[in-house]
């Protein structure tokens, strides 16, 4: 049991992981989207704006992480 947590503190990536949510660059505008989404009881209209934020964050976060990408080879 003491090697599986160990063992995630061992091998840090070289960059943030996005595997999870809160580990994004975008969590911020994620959780203003589903505040947004309580404040007004599911009504997607009144959190427009919040989704658009939202979206545009996780483009750039994906842009990057393709850039991040190009540089490394499956087979070096």
Avoid: V
Wanted: net charge positive; with cysteine.
């Amino acid at each position: 049991m003491a090697s599986s947590s160990s063992s995630s503190s061992a091998s840090t990536p070289p960059y943030p992981s996005a595997a999870r949510i809160s580990d994004s660059q975008c969590y911020q505008q994620y959780t203003a989207s589903l505040k947004c989404l309580e404040k007004y009881h599911s009504d997607k209209s009144k959190c427009q704006e919040h989704f658009d934020i939202y979206k545009e964050c996780k483009k750039k976060e994906r842009e990057a992480r393709l850039e991040r990408n190009k540089s490394r080879s499956l087979f070096s």
